[in-house]
């Protein structure tokens, strides 16, 4: 069906939509850096992986990264390519699996390597060894994403390596932003040249991770490109790699919810939808940040007087039992209706890699949005997917 990507007035379910205009925007874009840089840009999984999607991605990059034995199959099995492996923990059961469907393999500790090496090797012959590397820096503040806090499961730091690295590891990972700007690289950077520089003559390659939101509008990309350029002038031999997740799907398309129920309590209205932050947003609770909703401002001051004070405001609930499965307040310029939709922004990278069944509440569907206007719905949810969670 045909609908208008302002409103969605002609949806009346939860759904989040890809719009493919906007996702071609973020590709060509990586696709530019990753030329002008000479570096490869490649899709991380735990962002986004919705894989009918993938035939659009293939026109502009040729490989992924995953964190999971599922992902690796899913990047070898629909995105049609190896992956490039990590996992803080390979298991005896898996390895040969993993190595199998993986043209890199990133250890996160010697002790990983030296139990999973032979195997690994032994499943595919190709295959080519990374070890992550901690560099003890970062500037992520939220201490629940930040891979260097103190006492960090990740990687391995410079005073633990040995002068010569075993011959078979060929590449270091490093994995220290989280939505960060291209300045936040250049001082990341800095700190991993003076911890780990002294080894860069024994690889051939270095992945300098996630966390580059390259696609958000105050990114200075020419920054980012002139870095990377740096590094290879550097160290000629290397390289690079980048495997952002969120610059892919950065506001790339909407959750469509509907108002199912106004409440009010002390003076404070809640629009309940039939949609949940702790099922489909769980990063609202986590972090937690606020999402903009389209055609409402964020009321700052959440004081009991605020919501009295003016006229149209509300908190937004969801629709779980969970208590504090609620954010607010926002402005709308009119009262709410029961039925009408409430439009979450930027709800593509994340979330629907993050959703879960808590309550037995239904996923929203997933749709694309092609260019044209046409709305494809890809997926729809239903009691099965719940019930069988619990086989």
């Not at 939509?17 to 530019?32: A, D, G, P």
């Not at 700052?300 to 908190?315: G, K, L, M, T, V």
Request: proline share 5%; hydrophobic share 35%; net charge negative.
């Amino acid at each position: 069906m045909k609908v208008d990507s302002l409103t969605y007035d002609n949806v009346h379910e939860p759904m989040y939509v890809m719009e493919e205009s906007l996702l071609r925007r973020n590709l060509s874009l990586i696709s530019s850096v990753a030329k002008a840089a000479d570096v490869e840009i490649i899709l991380a999984f735990k962002a986004f992986a919705l894989w009918k999607t993938f035939p659009i991605f293939r026109e502009y990059i040729s490989a992924t990264t995953a964190s999971s034995l599922s992902e690796a199959r899913l990047a070898a099995e629909e995105f049609g390519s190896p992956a490039h492996s990590y996992s803080p923990a390979y298991t005896d059961d898996e390895i040969r699996d993993f190595a199998r469907l993986s043209s890199h393999l990133t250890f996160n500790s010697l002790s990983q390597y030296e139990r999973h090496r032979d195997a690994a090797r032994q499943a595919n012959p190709d295959i080519s060894f990374g070890l992550r590397v901690n560099p003890e820096y970062s500037e992520v503040e939220t201490e629940l994403y930040n891979p260097c806090a103190p006492g960090t499961r990740f990687g391995v730091s410079c005073d633990k390596l040995p002068a010569r690295l075993p011959d078979d590891i060929e590449g270091f990972h490093v994995h220290c932003h989280c939505e960060s700007s291209a300045d936040e690289f250049q001082r990341s950077l800095a700190e991993i040249e003076k911890r780990f520089s002294p080894w860069f003559s024994q690889l051939k390659w270095i992945n300098f991770g996630g966390g580059h939101l390259m696609t958000r509008k105050d990114y200075d990309t020419d920054l980012l490109i002139s870095l990377l350029q740096g590094v290879h002038q550097r160290y000629p031999h290397l390289h690079v790699i980048l495997e952002p997740g969120s610059a892919f799907a950065w506001q790339t398309g909407p959750l469509v919810s509907q108002v199912v129920d106004v409440v009010e309590d002390k003076g404070i209205r809640t629009a309940i939808l039939n949609v949940s932050f702790t099922c489909h947003m769980p990063d609202c609770l986590e972090m937690p940040y606020m999402p903009a909703v389209r055609g409402a401002e964020v009321v700052e001051d959440e004081d009991s007087d605020a919501p009295s004070a003016s006229p149209h405001i509300y908190r937004l609930g969801g629709c779980s039992c969970l208590s504090g499965d609620y954010m607010g307040l926002w402005r709308f310029d009119h009262e709410l209706e029961v039925v009408e939709n409430v439009i979450f922004e930027d709800m593509i990278h994340y979330t629907t890699v993050k959703t879960n069944m808590f309550n037995g509440i239904n996923h929203p569907s997933l749709a694309f949005l092609h260019s044209d206007g046409e709305l494809d719905i890809l997926r729809k949810f239903t009691y099965d997917d719940y019930r069988n969670r619990m086989d």
